[in-house]
Every structure is written in structure tokens, then in C-alpha cells.
């Protein structure tokens, strides 16, 4: 398929983001093994979506004070400090403070390479995780569970599988290094993701 | 393009023109020249692969292990299409790299399992490696902040929140054209900006 020709860019990327059909992908390896110049480009395109998302969700985290700059007017300081005792106080009262799960912080995890557990994640901030399902036993849905790093259980959940992709939010999470472990319904371990909980600093 | 690149696609442009089967059958004979070869062809898109799935850790090891089930199994009969060796090669790595993800999981499980307070290593990428990614967050963040808001918003939702390139365009009212155009000018000026770091960091080299 890709004999004498390179492999083209959108493709490339579609490839490094696991985002390619399933059936799209045997050629495109083929083609990888054997070619330098695509190889390299491929690695460029692995490091610029990793700088992107890396980036991303940096800019995300600090949108107020990226996007409205006239609220970090001295004047507004008192004021808003004012409506956010309010806000949280009602919040308390009524039981039901937890508007983080709106806005969770995106984490992508890679299968654990070695003994290097590379995501991070901040504590105390609902997460969403997203895990790479390429090449594992075609299934609708698997079974996922979280353990810290003693094995203990702290989360799980059956979720549906989005192409070669699953995504699941978990609550906020105490700083620790966790596993996320992806299950066959039938039972059968497939795949564990390593992910650290960075406390605050 | 430097020398080695235009030396490694002459080799793919010759043996994507010619079938595979000689060399197998070659290989299949005993003869070594055959296994200069195919390691030749198939050496760094092998180690690139395993690099990619596994990390560096031990990479050479894991390049000579593949090669040798690779040529065992030709020379045992077990390749029974020639002409689909690159498809063969393939399989096998994948299978290496899935052996060894569940290796790592048993061996985690059982470390666990056996020392309960168990101290924690450095699970920090190395140090080279570290930099470089930081450098490029650094670059990625000065770009996204170079742009406008919608185009820092179309750049977000692409790579950040992966939601499809129909779904961006539609909710956010571009062209398709539009939105590759957004895409790659970004990309085109992060490739201008750290060309001479892509240059000299490729980890998978040996």
C-alpha cells in the first residue's frame, strides 16, 4: 500500500493521537518498520500532540487569569474574595460543593513502559482519564479498576470503549502512585497504566 | 536528507519493488548475507517500534531478541507467505511488546503483593529526556499563546480533548479547510522553532 510512497501527515498524526482505524493500522506499521524518514516523523508528531496537549491543559488550568486580565484589578479583589466565601459557604450548606467534576483535568495514559510511571496529575481536582485500548482484544465495553500502589482497590467501573480510546472520570484523589487496570468482561487482565497523584506544592 | 536516510529508502525502495520471497528463502538456507539483510531493513524500524511501546530500557536486547524469533521461525518453516514478511515482522514485535507490558504488570503485582511498605524509586524520566519534554511544553505554550483565542481554542479541543475534526468545525463555524490551515501553522512554526532540537534527540538511535 505504501510501497514506494510516504505516509502522509494527517495520517501520521491520527496514528500518534490513536485515533486511526483499527483496520488502517497493520499497512501503516508495515510501512513504519522499514522507513527512516517516516519513522522520524512520526517521532516529531509523537512530540509535538504530547507539547500540545502538555500546553493545552496548562492554558486551561489558568484561564481566568490568561483571558480576563481585569480581574486581577486590585479593586475587584475584595469583592470577589467576598462572593466566593458566599458561593462556597452556600455551597457547604446545601451539601453539594463539587463542581470540579465539570471540569476535570485530562490525563492521558500510556501502558506502564518499565517501572516509570510518567503521568502526573494534581490532587484534589476530579480527573479524566483517558487510556490507549489500541491492540487489545476487540470488545464494547471493559471492566477498569483503580488501586493505589499497595494493590488496595480504590475505584472501579465498567466503561465503554470510544474506538481505540476509553475515557472515565474519577473523584478527587489523595497524592500517591496509582494503577489503572483494564479488564475483559470475562475477567482477563489486559493492560495497566501507571499515573502519580502529585501532592501540592 | 542526509546520506543514511537516502541509503535506508533505496534499501525500502528495492525491496518494496522486489518480492520478499528471495530473501526468505535465502534466510531459510542459512545465508548470512540474507541476515545482513533483512537486519538491515528492518534494524531501526524495529528498535523505533519497541522505543515508541516500551522505552529505551534495554532496547538493544529487545531488538536482538526479535531478530533471533524472526529468523527461527523462517528457517523452521513457520513463515508460510514470504511475500508477507514486513506483515510477519510486524506481528512479531507487537507480540514482544504485549509479552512484555504483561511481564511488567505480574512483576509489579508481585512486588505489591510481597513488600508492603516497599520504597518508592525515582519514577522521573531520565534527566535528557526530562529537558526536552519541558522545552517543548515551553515552545507549545509560547505558540498557543501567539494565537488567537479561537484558533488557541480549535488547537485545544483538537489535541487536548481529541473531539473529532467535524464536531470542531461545526460547533466552532469553520471550514474544514479552515481548521487544517489553524492546525498546520501551528505545527509548521513549532517544527521551525525546535528543527535543531528534532535533529539531534531522536531516543530510539542507537
Same mark, same amino acid.
Given at each position: 500500500m505504501y510501497a514506494n510512497c510516504h505516509l502522509d501527515d494527517e495520517e501520521i498524526e491520527r496514528y500518534s493521537m490513536g485515533a486511526m482505524p483499527e483496520a488502517a493500522i497493520a499497512p501503516f506499521e508495515e510501512h513504519i518498520l522499514i522507513c527512516e524518514p517516516c519513522q522520524l516523523r512520526l517521532a516529531q508528531t509523537d512530540a509535538y500532540v504530547g507539547a500540545m496537549r502538555q500546553a493545552a491543559a496548562r492554558l486551561r488550568m489558568e484561564p481566568l487569569k490568561r483571558?480576563?486580565?481585569?480581574?486581577?484589578l486590585p479593586r475587584l479583589v475584595p469583592a470577589l474574595a467576598g462572593l466566593a466565601v458566599v458561593v462556597v459557604a452556600a455551597g457547604l450548606w446545601l451539601g453539594?460543593?463539587?463542581?470540579?467534576e465539570a471540569h476535570p483535568f485530562a490525563v492521558d495514559l500510556e501502558a506502564t513502559r518499565g517501572a516509570a510511571v510518567e503521568a502526573k496529575a494534581p490532587a484534589g481536582r476530579w480527573l479524566l482519564l483517558r487510556l490507549d485500548l489500541a491492540n487489545l482484544p476487540a470488545s464494547s465495553r471493559y471492566r477498569l479498576e483503580m488501586v493505589d500502589r499497595f494493590g488496595s482497590r480504590v475505584w472501579q467501573a465498567t466503561v465503554p470503549a470510544q474506538g481505540s480510546k476509553a475515557g472515565f472520570k474519577v473523584p478527587r484523589t489523595q497524592p500517591g502512585i496509582y494503577f489503572v487496570r483494564v479488564y475483559w468482561p470475562p475477567g482477563k487482565l489486559l493492560r495497566e497504566f501507571g499515573f502519580e497523584v502529585e501532592g501540592r506544592r | 536528507m542526509n546520506s543514511t536516510t537516502h541509503a535506508a529508502m533505496e534499501s525500502v525502495t528495492n525491496f518494496a519493488d522486489s518480492p520478499w520471497s528471495g530473501m526468505v528463502e535465502q534466510i531459510r538456507n542459512g545465508d548470512p548475507s540474507a541476515l545482513e539483510r533483512m537486519y538491515r531493513v528492518f534494524s531501526t524500524g524495529i528498535r523505533f517500534y519497541l522505543c515508541r511501546q516500551?522505552? $529505551?530500557?534495554d532496547l538493544d536486547d529487545r531488538v536482538h531478541d526479535v531478530f533471533l524469533i524472526i529468523v527461527q521461525s523462517i528457517q523452521k518453516g513457520?513463515?508460510?507467505?514470504?511475500?508477507r514478511l514486513m506483515g510477519y515482522v510486524r506481528t512479531i514485535v507487537r507480540r514482544q511488546v504485549a509479552a512484555q507490558i504483561d511481564d511488567n504488570v505480574k512483576a509489579r503485582r508481585n512486588r505489591a503483593d510481597l513488600e508492603f511498605g516497599m520504597t518508592l524509586s525515582?519514577?522521573? $524520566?531520565n534527566p535528557e529526556r526530562s529537558a526536552i519534554e519541558h522545552q517543548n511544553g515551553e515552545l507549545a505554550m509560547r505558540i498557543l499563546n501567539s494565537l488567537p483565542k479561537r484558533d488557541r481554542e480549535v488547537l485545544a479541543r483538537f489535541y487536548l480533548d481529541e473531539q473529532p475534526p467535524d464536531r470542531i468545525c461545526h460547533e466552532m463555524g469553520l471550514t474544514e479547510t479552515q481548521f487544517r490551515l489553524v492546525k498546520s501553522r501551528a505545527k509548521a512554526r513549532f517544527g521551525e522553532l525546535g528543527r535543531t532540537r528534532f535533529a539531534r534527540h531522536v531516543g530510539f538511535r542507537s
Amino acid at each position: 500500500m505504501y510501497a514506494n510512497c510516504h505516509l502522509d501527515d494527517e495520517e501520521i498524526e491520527r496514528y500518534s493521537m490513536g485515533a486511526m482505524p483499527e483496520a488502517a493500522i497493520a499497512p501503516f506499521e508495515e510501512h513504519i518498520l522499514i522507513c527512516e524518514p517516516c519513522q522520524l516523523r512520526l517521532a516529531q508528531t509523537d512530540a509535538y500532540v504530547g507539547a500540545m496537549r502538555q500546553a493545552a491543559a496548562r492554558l486551561r488550568m489558568e484561564p481566568l487569569k490568561r483571558g480576563l486580565p481585569w480581574l486581577r484589578l486590585p479593586r475587584l479583589v475584595p469583592a470577589l474574595a467576598g462572593l466566593a466565601v458566599v458561593v462556597v459557604a452556600a455551597g457547604l450548606w446545601l451539601g453539594r460543593v463539587d463542581t470540579g467534576e465539570a471540569h476535570p483535568f485530562a490525563v492521558d495514559l500510556e501502558a506502564t513502559r518499565g517501572a516509570a510511571v510518567e503521568a502526573k496529575a494534581p490532587a484534589g481536582r476530579w480527573l479524566l482519564l483517558r487510556l490507549d485500548l489500541a491492540n487489545l482484544p476487540a470488545s464494547s465495553r471493559y471492566r477498569l479498576e483503580m488501586v493505589d500502589r499497595f494493590g488496595s482497590r480504590v475505584w472501579q467501573a465498567t466503561v465503554p470503549a470510544q474506538g481505540s480510546k476509553a475515557g472515565f472520570k474519577v473523584p478527587r484523589t489523595q497524592p500517591g502512585i496509582y494503577f489503572v487496570r483494564v479488564y475483559w468482561p470475562p475477567g482477563k487482565l489486559l493492560r495497566e497504566f501507571g499515573f502519580e497523584v502529585e501532592g501540592r506544592r | 536528507m542526509n546520506s543514511t536516510t537516502h541509503a535506508a529508502m533505496e534499501s525500502v525502495t528495492n525491496f518494496a519493488d522486489s518480492p520478499w520471497s528471495g530473501m526468505v528463502e535465502q534466510i531459510r538456507n542459512g545465508d548470512p548475507s540474507a541476515l545482513e539483510r533483512m537486519y538491515r531493513v528492518f534494524s531501526t524500524g524495529i528498535r523505533f517500534y519497541l522505543c515508541r511501546q516500551l522505552g $529505551p530500557q534495554d532496547l538493544d536486547d529487545r531488538v536482538h531478541d526479535v531478530f533471533l524469533i524472526i529468523v527461527q521461525s523462517i528457517q523452521k518453516g513457520e513463515l508460510r507467505e514470504p511475500e508477507r514478511l514486513m506483515g510477519y515482522v510486524r506481528t512479531i514485535v507487537r507480540r514482544q511488546v504485549a509479552a512484555q507490558i504483561d511481564d511488567n504488570v505480574k512483576a509489579r503485582r508481585n512486588r505489591a503483593d510481597l513488600e508492603f511498605g516497599m520504597t518508592l524509586s525515582d519514577h522521573h $524520566p531520565n534527566p535528557e529526556r526530562s529537558a526536552i519534554e519541558h522545552q517543548n511544553g515551553e515552545l507549545a505554550m509560547r505558540i498557543l499563546n501567539s494565537l488567537p483565542k479561537r484558533d488557541r481554542e480549535v488547537l485545544a479541543r483538537f489535541y487536548l480533548d481529541e473531539q473529532p475534526p467535524d464536531r470542531i468545525c461545526h460547533e466552532m463555524g469553520l471550514t474544514e479547510t479552515q481548521f487544517r490551515l489553524v492546525k498546520s501553522r501551528a505545527k509548521a512554526r513549532f517544527g521551525e522553532l525546535g528543527r535543531t532540537r528534532f535533529a539531534r534527540h531522536v531516543g530510539f538511535r542507537s
